[in-house]
């Protein structure tokens, strides 16, 4: 094998990107099915909790071009084990607003989206219940949260810490129910050759959806594909199976064609999943020098009835901050909202809000510059596991930050600055994101020609996993990218976790390279290091979590640094500048890389200015469900942004020290963002998103 | 109800039956399955959807198809016909994109931003609308591009592109 | 979708003529809203007469030296029209700051003054709506309104409606005392601006006085011969529709205010124009207090509801902020 410099760490041009910049890569329902498609559109339900006291599908049914209408009657009985509202159609029970009741199948999506409108329902409906409060009386400590962590941890005595400290802060802060709203909308399109079917999905991992068709058809393992090479974003909500999975491949079975289930953007407000709300009241508790002696952060938020996600929303505050007395707990409440699920950073995104305002608001509290704070507070060990870490460069990056935003000489001062009629105000806040490593299997042959073809069935939802596995693939086969042939996203390839968790690309990197090593022990050891002449097919697999994750904590940090203009007379928001550091292991692709931390970074913004989905208390309904009323930052929002990150090489956390950087910039970004807007404004705003209204009425005018 | 019309797209004539009801970009999809633009709302909201009208960028999924049955279309795709389009190459620099979907929109905008610009088409954020040039600062480029959203928030590499090709044609900056 | 019949026409009377024949029948300009409401089922025409060319693609000077724009100018276009950025610069700085880029391509200048409200239980055809659908109630009223109106709302019986008129362009037009020249089935006729857009009054159904079949076909504007200005407060920087805006012209003469116009947009159901502070202003000294006192003289009627207070003093900042820069150096 020839020597080739070290692709990893390359900045690599994205293997995917001419197609994407021309549009011709295939997405979802853009794939060859080989057939004309028939489209399906979906009756959903207008109550929140009842049951269905009439459907007359026969108007619809008469309507040229109709080629079935699916109801709950007649709709083709799901296998047993289906969770959450994943079984379609099987009940006349309405479990939250936007449930499918009914679905059409039609020759075209006119006339598809036309036949909804002519299915008459009726209902029997109790009252919404969909306000999540602090004093609910149902309020419930679930067994666990998500990703197994404890839904509470006590150590020491907090209240009696509390008591004795010589500063406090007690504040409660407030996120309101999110959206991922990728930009593709998620989309099946579903074929069935006799009892095989075939999936052409928007999703983030092709093995997770197979599982749930299985079970919803009684399928064996391959009799089922599920196909997703390009994912148009995701952020979590592709990550499980919803109800358009399984409705398109319900639709195609009882029609015999190949159908195309398209979600519209307003039933991505439903059927998909979103963030749960949160109510947090983070007390902190300082001696005069700044030092924590008491963190607690309580957490209500909420869940379905029909499935229990119990963001783990407090998870950051166990491990950023030393202190001897500390409490976490979450608490949720069953609401008749649909079934939550993961969005960037599920727990730390909102948790650091909190946490970071919070931190922001004893700097104030004490006169310690927020920095120095934060450094002051700096643990030398997990706090909570009592475990070294891995690697943990917080303080670097809240130096380095510091220097590149010339945080120096920074007035502590809030609302004391104008330019203009602005309001000028500068804020930081930390980030920070577990380090994890999955299970996942791989294939690797190796060509008589010197190609080779590396096979796992990762997940490219924009990460930018197409250039990243590539060039490790080159790099542990010890070849040019141009011998390496990559296919993934494919249920038929080797198996492999979903894009999530940032673990991506430290699970299928670490199988990729120890299944390479694999290769090169075989080809030493029975071919005298030569590839033969008829190739040679080689499987590995990382069995799953890194062996020495019970010995150390291993998470990536990084710091956030933002200025912020507030328009005195309006109370307008801008964001003219920001710097991100970040230390985060090994960065493979410092393209894609910095992409990855500038979306993330960029999304915490728009979280922190913008995003909120608001229901109606007594419809129970989402009322801002399309893009033109559920605010996302546009272009115009977000200014100069500056990413950097430190070298860091952590030998615990996976075969290439990769720690995952698909989530972290999202973490704590709103903080900083919120913690500058009261430095330029005096006005804490602890409710997000920070709109105009939300000025005048910290002023007391409205 | 059914209706014949002739798309010309990206240089071809494509004669198709459509119902009066079928956007521009439902006949592109669905129909011609020219599927270089993408559908990311159906309601003008996020400008996935944008091709070149008639030369200006337009939101396809809005446009009826039988009121452009006389009318050009250019989508991204087609801007690379002759090779290469600057702006391709841009964002392939500048890695302005992640997960792609948004782009191919993001490119057709780019493209109606630079000759908008070069027709001296004020915009929001422009301090003097007497002048008779503009010039395309980042903050215009911004505010231009605004009818395209990326939920991968790769705006900043976005504005790195189109000034890149701005610089490069000499459109004022 | 429901499936209609789709026209084009000759000229403007024959087009008139297609849709008096079609009580259920609309006209489509660039279709920007019109294809958006059919898409939710909320407009339900059956026949579509594509007007979007057949009306005037120019703006044309006036004698008195005022522009006549035609209705199908697109929005870019009108935006971007050397006479009206130095002559009505309120007028292209609405247009500017309204949609997108490449809506602006597409909107016309016709479609857009009769674009309806955005309010969203108007678009949602599962919610009660008395616009879309009388008597069924004002979802918005006890709901979310926190982007609703504040002034000249009806807030009882079955015409309660507290929506917003959401273009921006209308606003400038208000301010600018703008001439909408109309074909009907009579013949033509025109509409001072103030008359054309309604309050929900005791029928929240009619956004506009026009009646069914009538073409908008120019929009006259005359001449101003005052610095305007067009500012917009929304709640991202770009590409959404406003929380309120204000369209503003002023003289002033040794210090006095001479003639003065304003107009406000996302606080009631028509663009509103502000004759009390106008009235008030008219020959009072140019300054900050007179330009606050005018705009709490308007303001003062406002009924804001549960979340949307925030829009008077939001109004007020306006008034007083675009009234001192567009006086700088003459106060
Ligand atoms: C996502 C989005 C964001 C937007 N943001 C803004 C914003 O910030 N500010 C803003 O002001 N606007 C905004 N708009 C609205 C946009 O300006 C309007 O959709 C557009 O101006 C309508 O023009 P059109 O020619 O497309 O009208 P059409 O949709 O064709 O028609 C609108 C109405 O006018 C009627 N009509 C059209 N032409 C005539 C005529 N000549 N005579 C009589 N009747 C006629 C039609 O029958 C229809 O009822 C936005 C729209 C979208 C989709
Ligand atoms: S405000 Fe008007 S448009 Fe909105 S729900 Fe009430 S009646 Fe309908
Ligand atoms: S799909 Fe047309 S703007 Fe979103
Ligand atoms: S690149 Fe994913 S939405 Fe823009």
């Known amino acids: 094998m020839t020597t080739v410099d070290r692709l990893v760490g390359a900045g690599v041009e994205r293997i995917d990107g001419p197609a994407k910049v021309r549009g011709t890569a295939p997405y979802a329902y853009e794939q060859d099915p080989g057939e ?10 207008t109550v929140n909790r009842g049951r269905i006291t009439r459907l007359d599908p026969t108007a619809a049914e008469a309507m040229p071009g109709v080629l079935a209408v699916l109801t709950p009657a007649n709709a083709p009985r799901l296998g047993e084990g289906l969770a959450s509202d994943l079984p379609v159609l099987q009940s006349l029970d309405v479990h939250y607003q936007g449930q499918i009741v009914a679905a059409v199948v039609a020759e075209s999506s006119e006339i598809a989206k036309a036949a909804v409108g002519a299915v008459a329902v009726e209902y029997a409906a109790h009252e919404p219940d969909v ?28 209240e009696g810490a509390l008591a004795a400290a010589a500063v406090t802060v007690d504040a409660t802060y407030e996120t309101p129910t999110q959206h991922n709203n990728p930009i593709e909308m998620h989309t099946s399109m579903a074929r069935w050759d006799g009892d095989r079917l075939t999936l052409w999905d928007a999703n983030q991992g092709p093995h997770n959806i197979v599982n749930d068709l299985m079970t919803a058809f009684g399928l064996e393992r391959g009799q089922v594909r599920v196909i997703s090479p390009y994912v148009g974003g995701a952020f979590g909500s592709k990550a499980f199976t919803h109800p358009n999975q399984i409705l398109a491949a319900m639709a195609a079975k009882v029609v015999g064609r190949t159908v195309v289930f398209e979600l519209t953007r307003q039933q991505m407000f439903c059927l998909v999943g979103h963030r749960t709300p949160t109510i947090q009241r983070v007390r902190l508790g300082a001696d005069a020098e700044g030092r924590l002696t008491a963190i607690s952060h309580e957490v209500v938020e909420h869940t379905s009835r029909i499935s229990e996600f119990a963001e783990q929303t407090a998870t950051p505050t166990r491990v950023l901050y030393a202190a001897p007395h500390r409490r976490t707990t979450h608490r949720l409440a069953r609401l008749d909202v649909p079934p939550p699920t993961i969005m960037r950073a599920p727990g730390e995104t909102p948790g650091m809000f909190a946490l970071e305002s919070a931190m922001d608001e004893l700097a104030h509290s004490l006169g310690i510059d927020p920095v120095e704070l934060r450094v002051r507070n700096e643990p030398e060990r997990d706090p909570e596991r009592d475990v070294p870490w891995s690697s943990r460069n917080l303080v670097a990056c809240l130096r380095t930050g510091a220097e590149r935003f010339g945080w120096a000489g920074r007035d502590l001062r809030p609302g004391v600055r104008e330019d203009g009629r602005w309001l000028v105000g500068t804020g930081v806040a930390a980030a920070t994101y577990p ?18 073809t590396v096979e796992i069935d990762g997940s490219d939802i924009g990460t930018g996993a197409w250039t990243a596995l590539t060039q490790i693939s080159a790099d542990a086969l010890g070849v040019g990218l141009g011998a390496v042939e990559l296919r993934i996203g494919d249920s038929d390839l080797p198996f492999a976790g979903g894009a999530g968790g940032s673990t991506g690309l430290a699970s299928w990197g670490s199988a990729i390279v120890l299944t390479a090593r694999e290769v090169r022990r075989q080809l030493d050891e029975r071919y005298g290091g030569q590839l033969p002449a008829d190739g040679i097919v080689v499987k590995g697999e990382v069995p799953g979590p890194s062996p020495h994750a019970e010995q150390y904590s291993m998470h990536a940090f990084g710091a956030h640094f933002v200025e912020v203009r507030v328009d005195r007379d309006t109370g307008e928001v801008r964001l003219p500048r920001a710097s991100s550091v970040y230390a985060a292991g090994t960065i493979v692709n410092a393209r894609t890389a910095r992409s990855q931390f500038l979306g993330g970074f960029s999304m915490g913004v728009s979280m922190a200015l913008h995003e909120g989905t608001i229901a109606d208390e007594r419809l129970g309904h989402y009322v801002n469900h399309d893009l033109a009323e559920y605010h996302v930052a546009t272009n115009a929002d977000i200014g100069d942004i500056d990413i950097h990150w430190l070298d860091e090489d952590d030998p615990y956390v996976n075969e290439l020290g990769i720690k995952g950087i698909g989530e972290i910039g999202i973490t704590g970004a709103a903080a900083a963002v919120a913690n500058a807007y009261w430095h330029a404004t005096g006005l804490r705003v602890r409710d997000l998103p920070i709109t105009p209204d939300k000025y005048f009425r910290a002023l007391g005018q409205g | 109800m059914d209706t014949q019309i002739t798309l010309r797209v990206d240089g071809a004539d494509h004669p198709l039956t459509v119902d009066t009801r079928t956007t521009l970009l439902d006949a592109l999809r669905e129909r011609l399955r020219i599927t270089s ?28 198809a039988v009121t452009v049955d006389d009318a050009e279309v250019i989508t991204s795709d087609g801007l690379a016909a002759g090779g290469e389009h600057p702006l391709h190459r841009a964002f392939l620099d500048n890695d302005a994109f992640q997960c792609g979907y948004c782009t191919p929109g993001q490119v057709c905008s780019a493209a109606g931003v630079l000759a908008e610009a070069r027709a001296g088409w004020p915009s929001t954020v422009t301090d003097d609308l007497t002048a008779d040039e503009v010039d395309l600062t980042d903050d215009e480029i911004r505010d231009r591009m605004s009818g395209n959203l990326c939920r991968c928030a790769a705006y900043a590499h976005i504005v790195l592109a189109v000034a890149a090709v701005a610089e490069a044609e000499g459109v004022r900056r | 979708m429901r499936e209609f019949r789709y026209e084009r026409a000759a000229d403007p009377a024959s087009a008139v003529a297609l849709l008096a024949a079609e009580p259920e029948g609309a006209f489509l300009g660039g279709g920007t809203n019109l294809v958006d409401l059919m898409k939710l089922g909320v407009a339900t025409p059956d026949v579509l007469v594509d007007v979007r060319r057949l009306t005037s693609a120019e703006v044309a000077e006036l004698p008195d030296g005022g522009l006549r724009i035609g209705a199908a100018v697109p929005n870019a276009d009108l935006a971007a029209d050397r006479r009206v950025r130095e002559r009505f610069p309120v007028l292209s700085q609405a247009l500017l700051a309204g949609a997108s880029g490449q809506l602006r391509n597409r909107a016309t200048t ?22 879309r659908s009388p008597g069924s109630g004002c979802g918005a009223l006890q709901g979310v309104h926190r982007n609703h109106a504040v002034l000249g709302q009806t807030l009882e019986g079955p015409a309660t409606c507290v929506a917003t008129h959401p273009s921006d362009m209308a606003v400038a037009l208000a301010a600018l005392d703008a001439v909408i020249r109309v074909l009907g089935p009579d013949g033509e006729r025109e509409v001072p601006m103030a008359e054309l857009h309604r309050l929900p009054g005791d029928d929240a159904t009619r956004d506009t006085t026009l009646r069914h079949g009538e073409l908008v076909t120019a929009i006259d504007l005359p001449p101003l011969g005052m610095p305007s200005r067009y500012r917009k407060v929304r709640d991202r920087a770009s590409f959404a ?17 001479d003639d003065v116009r304003l107009a406000f947009g996302g606080v009631a159901h028509k663009p509103w124009r502000a004759t009390t502070a106008e009235d008030a202003l008219r020959g009072r000294p140019a300054t900050e207090e007179s330009f606050a006192a005018a705009a709490d003289a308007e303001l003062a009627a406002a009924t804001p509801l549960r979340d949307n207070a925030f829009k008077v003093p939001l109004a007020r900042n306006l008034v007083v902020r675009t009234l001192l820069q567009l006086t700088e150096g003459a106060r």
């Not at chain 3, 529709?241 to 205010?257: K, T």
């Open chain 1, 36 to 45: 004309p498609i028939c489209s399906v559109a979906v009756v959903q339900s």
């Open chain 1, 131 to 158: 306000v999540l409060s602090t004093d609910r009386p149902d309020l419930y400590a679930p067994p666990q949260l998500m990703a197994g962590y404890e839904t509470d941890s006590v150590i020491g005595d907090v």
């Open chain 1, 435 to 452: 380090a994890r490593r999955r299970k996942a299997e791989c294939r690797i042959t190796g060509h008589g020609d010197g190609r080779w």
């Open chain 2, 37 to 64: 633009p993408k559908k990311g709302c159906d309601h003008g909201q996020c400008g996935a959807c944008t091709v070149l009208l008639d030369g200006r960028r337009v939101n396809s999924c809005l446009v009826l």
């Open chain 3, 110 to 131: 016709g479609g857009n003054l009769l674009q309806r409200t955005r309010c969203s239980y108007f678009t949602d055809v599962t919610r009660p709506c008395n616009k």
């Open chain 3, 241 to 257: 529709f406003a929380l309120v805006s204000i369209a503003a012209a002023v003289r002033v003469a040794d210090g006095v205010v």
